[in-house]
């Protein structure tokens, strides 16, 4: 089964408002965690990435939030455009290899304007 | 503009019918991987390889081969053993030095069976 999982399929906010993405991890050994963003018909594309000797970590309006004890991910999008429409995966590394990459199935952000 | 190249953007098969994916880097990266990706299912590792001459078998393989005789280019032919192809197929690649590596995708390849 999935390691890497996402506490909502869909999310749907209003443009200008801050969106939250979860994802939940099933390993604790997992170190490396990375968040993706896919539009439809074209590849992932990197967003940010946190090591677990991190608890925050912030981009351009972006922060990914990592919570070891109840093995949690976020990423927070501020003021969210229509542009960031797209669904988001994160990702987990177990063992330090990329080819060690657990993706999880994805969030599909809508952003209403 | 460095990046990774996928062609073609459709390809449709034919029962029985083999068929190539491209994918192109050139971002010197040695490490380059293939990927399966279907509707609301996380992409599934189908072969990767290190370094030039040498691959190794993902999580799903089956009915699937690739080659790697430049560092540039990771072809991956679906054969006719694959049942279902259907799928959109992502090729990525990434740095091997160091712990910590993300990977970089490319645009895809939407397989469709005829």
């Known amino acids: 089964g999935e390691s890497v999982g996402l506490h909502l399929p869909t999310l749907s906010v209003q443009e200008g408002d801050n969106s939250i993405i979860n994802c939940a991890y099933s390993?604790?050994?997992?170190?490396?965690f990375i968040w993706y963003k896919q539009e439809s018909g074209k590849g992932p594309q990197f967003i940010i990435d946190?090591?677990?000797?991190?608890d925050k970590r912030q981009g351009q309006r972006v922060t990914v939030l990592l919570n070891k004890t109840v093995k949690h991910l976020s990423l927070q999008i501020a003021a969210t455009q229509p542009g960031d429409s797209a669904v988001y995966f994160c990702?987990?590394?177990?063992?330090?290899?990329?080819?060690?990459?657990?993706f999880g199935k994805g969030t599909k952000l809508t952003v209403n304007p | 503009d460095g990046g990774i190249t996928q062609s073609p953007k459709y390809l449709f098969r034919k029962e029985g019918q083999n068929v190539t994916l491209s994918c192109e880097q050139n971002?010197?990266?040695?490490?380059m991987y293939w990927y399966r990706q279907d509707p609301g299912q996380g992409l599934r590792l189908i072969y990767y390889?290190?370094?030039?001459?040498?691959?190794q078998k993902g999580d799903i393989a089956e009915g699937y081969s690739v080659s790697r005789e430049k560092k540039e280019s990771f072809p991956l032919t679906v054969t006719s053993a694959q049942k279902n192809p259907t799928a959109f197929y992502l090729c990525?690649?990434?740095?091997?030095?160091?712990?910590?590596?993300?990977?970089?995708f490319g645009s895809g390849t939407q397989l469709s069976v005829l």
């Open positions: 390889s290190h370094i030039v001459n040498d691959f």
């Open positions: 971002l010197n990266h040695d490490a």
């Open positions: 990702a987990e590394n177990m063992e330090g290899g990329s080819e060690k990459l657990v």
């Open positions: 946190i090591r677990s000797n991190m």
């Open positions: 990525a690649s990434s740095s091997v030095g160091g712990q910590f590596r993300k990977l970089f």
């Open positions: 390993n604790s050994a997992s170190d490396y």
